[in-house]
Each structure stands twice: as structure tokens, then as C-alpha cells.
């Protein structure tokens, strides 16, 4: 499967691709209605914020005991739980006057039902494709989510140009409902791949196996760190390039989707199965240019290459495919996920506490992302030799687990 006619044939990757797509408008609306009304109220930035984006800490948190699910439970039912969870949370904060520690449990729900289904749409993305198709299918889904964020946010923007926020949320609620719909209607009652009595024991267990893998975990390794180390570099555009930021945030954004479109679309298997070191080579070096503080003019381009580079992460998860059985690829994805975005938080952090050590001004931004490329470049070198155990044209070493993890049973990993 080459082409996009042939992916958008498959009726059931149509109905996911809509879908996802409603869903990510959905949430960029709601979560721009509650940051606003938040802000609004409280006139509190930090409490603005955890409103907008603090749903993927939640998801981080619980998804180290909830993920499991995403193998126990039916793809179909999984998918429907999130747009059911994010319709009623729209609906509820629609309610004027409720008050702000409901409104940020409300937040947490749908994100809790996120860390339990977390792989499911990755996983039967992987079984309804035919074998090869899903890089393919999976940069597809970078694009909708990508495109869809920046509609989203533009969309509400305009949206609250004429309507209350209360307004959106029922926006938002609405569009959830109809990604429910899509989902009822055009994705197959698939069975659950796993059976367990303790979601919480199998989550435990099989991030235990995967985790412990030594063709696994530097594969894991390299999806997390050099990744995480570069969003570090993203996160201090605002203190070096300051109300030019934004063009740099463009620059990047547009760099990501030309890479994945790049790989997933135009580059044979074999051959993007030996591009992962290149393409994380090409995702930290151009930020260690930064070292010696480039001009904007120069910064941009450097931006937009760079985050090329983050396509790497599609032929590592083929590699993840691979390496495991149908039955754990939910939470294999999903384990994926959580880790990313993990590691996305802490190189923003560590990012930020280089750059006020150093001073806190532009330059010392600059330094910072210079300093935090480099520590991409070092990982990525060290991540070499662990990373040749799981290459498509090596022997294929399959993680073993269980379909049913009983009570007590050990797990070889």
C-alpha cells in the first residue's frame, strides 16, 4: 500500500482518520474555552495553563497502571469510551457557574479514560492495514492530528469572537458525539487481544517485559529521550526568539509534517528501517548550531530541518510491531506514547533550568537549546549499538507474553 487512494479505501481507516480528526478539534476547542474562562476568573497563568494543557500529565500519571485496557477491551468500545468521556466533560463544563474544583475534575475524566485506551487506535491501525502499511498509516494520522490542531485553536479562536464559552463547549461536545457516531458506524466490533482478572497487575507485568527486553528498551529509549531533548530546544523559542517565536513554532511544525509525509509516503520499508540513526542525527544536530546564537533568519531554516528528524519515530514503531504479538500491541503503542510524552515534560524542564542557570536572557536560551542538541547527539550515538538488535533485517527476537497473565505467573522478558 503506497498511495493515499489506497489507504482511504480502507473503510475502517476512513471512519478512524475522521474520527481522530473531530476529536482533535473538539479537544483544541474546549480546552481554548476552559483556559480562557479559567484565566478569566482567576487571572492566574499557571491555573490557565494546567487548564489548556495539563490533561497529558494526567494521562501520564494513570496510564502506568490503566494501560492494559487497551488490549482488554474491544478497539471499538476503547475508541467510543474517549468521544463519550470528552462529550459528557464538555457538556458538564458548559454548566455556567461551576465551580473550579469540579471543572478540573471534570478535566481529569476523559484524560484517565485516555490512559486506559491509550494504544488502542495505534494497534488496530497495525490490524486492519495490510503487513508494511503502518508507517504508512500511522504518518497519515501525524498529519490529521497536526492539521487538526492547528484548525482547531484557529477555529475556536474565531469561534469566541461570537460566542460564549459555554458556547464552544457545547462546540466541542458536539463534534465528540459525531466522532462517536463515525466510530458506531464505521469501525468493526474487533475483539479484545488480551484477557487478564487485574488491568492493573497486566499493565504492571507487560511494561515490565517490554521495559526489560534488550532489543525493546533501547528502541523505547531512542522514541523517548532524543525526542525529549529536542522539545527542550522548542520549549525555550519563546525566551530567545520572543515575539518572533512564532515563526520558529511554524517553521518546526511545518518541518515535522514534510518528514512524516516524506517517510511514511515516499520511503520503502528497508530502506526507512536504516534511516533512524540519520534522521535523529538531523533532528539535534542543527541545534547545536545554536551555541553560537544564530540570527532569526538563520534560526528558522535550522528549525524546520531539524524537526524532520522526528519521522525517526516511525520506522522505531514498526520496530515495536515487530518485536511483539498482536495480543500486547495496544499497550506496546501505548507505553510508547506515555514515555514520549513523559520525556517531553522533563526536557522542558531540564531545558529551562539550564537557561535561567545561565541567565535567563536570550542568549542564554540559545546556549541552552546549543547544550540540550548536544545531549540529543550524545544519546542517539549511545543508543547505537542496542538499537542494531531490533533492525528489520536482524533475526526477529518476539517479547513473550501471555495472552492471559493469571494471578501470580512470572513473565520471561
Known amino acids: ?7 482511504f479505501a480502507v473503510r475502517e481507516f476512513r471512519a478512524i482518520f475522521t474520527a481522530q480528526c473531530l476529536a482533535i478539534a473538539a479537544t483544541s476547542v ?13 487571572k492566574n497563568p499557571i491555573l490557565s495553563g494546567l487548564a489548556m494543557f495539563g490533561g497529558p500529565l494526567i494521562r501520564m500519571v494513570a496510564s502506568w497502571f490503566l494501560l492494559a485496557a487497551s488490549d482488554l477491551l474491544r478497539p471499538r468500545q476503547a475508541i467510543a469510551a ?14 455556567p457557574g461551576m465551580p473550579w474544583g469540579a471543572r478540573f475534575a471534570i478535566l481529569a475524566v476523559p484524560w484517565v479514560v485516555m490512559s486506559a485506551t491509550g494504544g488502542s487506535t495505534l494497534a488496530l491501525i497495525a490490524d486492519i492495514l495490510p503487513p508494511g502499511s503502518f508507517v504508512f498509516g ?26 460564549s464559552t459555554t458556547g464552544l463547549f457545547l462546540f466541542a461536545a458536539a463534534a465528540s458525539f459525531v466522532a462517536l457516531l463515525v466510530v458506531l458506524l464505521g469501525v468493526g466490533d474487533h475483539p479484545a487481544r488480551a484477557k487478564a482478572a487485574s488491568p492493573v497487575r497486566r499493565t504492571r507485568v ?11 528498551r533501547p528502541v523505547y529509549l531512542a522514541c523517548w529521550v532524543p525526542n525529549g531533548f529536542v522539545v527542550g530546544c522548542e520549549s525555550l523559542f519563546v525566551p530567545f526568539a520572543g515575539r518572533h517565536a512564532g515563526y520558529l513554532f511554524a517553521a518546526t511544525a511545518a518541518g515535522m509534517l514534510t518528514g ?5 509516503r515516499f520511503v520503502a520499508e528497508r530502506i526507512r528501517d536504516h534511516l533512524v540513526e540519520p534522521l535523529r542525527f538531523l533532528l539535534a544536530v542543527p541545534y547545536v548550531a545554536f551555541l553560537v546564537h544564530p540570527v532569526l533568519a538563520l534560526a528558522v531554516p535550522l528549525g524546520f530541518v531539524a524537526s524532520a528528524g522526528y519521522a525517526a519515530a516511525l520506522p522505531l514503531q514498526e520496530r515495536l510491531i515487530e518485536h511483539t504479538e498482536p495480543h500486547v500491541r495496544g499497550q506496546v503503542l501505548g507505553l510508547n506514547s506515555t514515555g514520549m510524552m513523559a520525556m517531553q515534560g522533563i526536557g522542558a524542564l531540564l531545558a529551562g533550568s539550564i537557561a535561567e542557570i545561565l541567565g535567563g536572557r536570550a542568549a542564554a536560551a ?11 547527539v550524545a544519546v542517539t550515538v549511545s543508543l ?17 507474553i501471555p495472552r492471559e497473565v493469571p494471578a501470580a505467573v512470572p513473565v520471561d522478558g
Do not use: F, W
Open 206 to 216: 507487560v511494561n515490565n517485559a517490554l521495559l526489560s527486553s534488550h532489543v525493546l
Open 30 to 42: 474546549g480546552s481554548l474555552a476552559l483556559g480562557t474562562i479559567t484565566y478569566a476568573a482567576t
Open 138 to 163: 500511522r504518518s497519515t494520522l501525524n498529519i490529521a492530528v497536526g492539521g487538526m490542531q492547528i484548525v482547531g485553536y484557529g477555529l475556536a479562536g474565531v469561534l469566541l469572537l461570537h460566542l
Open 82 to 95: 474517549v468521544a463519550v468521556a470528552v462529550c459528557v466533560a464538555d457538556l458538564l463544563q458548559s454548566v
Open 260 to 264: 512524516d509525509i516524506a517517510i511514511g
Open 384 to 400: 547505537i549499538p542496542g538499537l542494531r538488535r531490533s533492525r528489520l533485517s536482524a533475526p526477529v527476537n518476539q517479547v513473550k
Open 1 to 7: 500500500m503506497r498511495t493515499y487512494r489506497e489507504l
Open 366 to 376: 540559545s546556549t541552552a537549546i546549543g547544550i540540550m542538541g548536544c545531549a540529543s
